[in-house]
């Protein structure tokens, strides 16, 4: 059981590069959600699925794009990063009215 | 500007002393979580609460949640430097909406 995992662990951007974060879990979770993580700022709800086939908007979905591929599987795209992107990235997923666990995170600094 | 908001932001302590880190808000929550989160791991859930003046106890760790549900405090007793890391809360306002707090970084020392 691996739980969370994310890829890539770090990743080093120009500005206007674009990339995916990919995501998945194999507990059978039906709800994940990506988050960003600042000094100073906790963490910061991007998007979240509650299920296959949706996706709403969290706190600062601005320059993103998310995709639930499958039940196992959702990915964050940066079309065009910009250095305020530079953040540590993190997914979760969780069953209804249970815990949220948390992936180890990527780190991405955008130049 | 941030829902939750914890205090305080920085805390240095000796092995031994006790401590309390504050979360407060203005908005009512259904639910508050309180997650420690190790250098470079994601953060892991330590309790959740859920009732309004509701207390949980986890070991030397000490949880509560105001009557009104917009705040919590978890306070520490004879802290251990295994306590180090990053504490976190977070408001569930619907079922799958989390609101993180800022976050306080303590610091244990031997």
């Known amino acids: 059981n691996a739980g969370v995992t994310q890829t890539p662990k770090f990743q080093v951007l120009k500005t206007g590069q674009s990339m995916t974060l990919q995501c998945a879990q194999d507990?059978?979770?039906?709800?994940m959600y990506w988050y960003r993580q600042d000094p100073g700022m906790g963490l910061r709800l991007i998007y979240y699925?509650?299920?296959?086939?949706?996706?709403d908007k969290g706190e600062v979905p601005n320059g993103y794009n998310v995709s639930r591929l499958n039940k196992r599987e959702f990915s964050l795209r940066l079309e065009s990063a910009a250095p305020s992107q530079t953040s540590v990235y993190f997914c979760a997923s969780k069953k209804i009215q249970e815990t949220q666990y948390f992936g180890p995170g990527t780190r991405l600094l955008v130049l | 500007t941030q829902l939750l908001e914890q205090s305080p932001q920085f805390l240095s302590i000796q092995e031994g002393e006790n401590l309390t880190v504050y979360c407060n808000s203005s908005s009512v929550f259904s639910s508050l979580q309180w997650y420690r989160q190790e250098p470079g791991e994601g953060p892991v859930l330590l309790v959740t609460?859920?009732?309004?003046?509701e207390v949980k106890k986890l070991k030397r760790l000490t949880f509560q949640f105001g009557d009104a549900r917009k705040d919590s405090s978890l306070h520490i007793t004879a802290a251990q430097p295994g306590d180090t890391g990053l504490y976190l809360c977070?408001?569930?306002?619907?079922?799958?909406?989390?609101?993180f707090g800022t976050g306080t970084s303590l610091t244990v020392i031997p």
């Open positions: 977070a408001g569930v306002r619907t079922g799958n909406q989390f609101y």
């Open positions: 507990m059978n979770h039906n709800s």
């Open positions: 699925s509650a299920s296959e086939g949706t996706t």
């Open positions: 609460v859920v009732t309004g003046g």
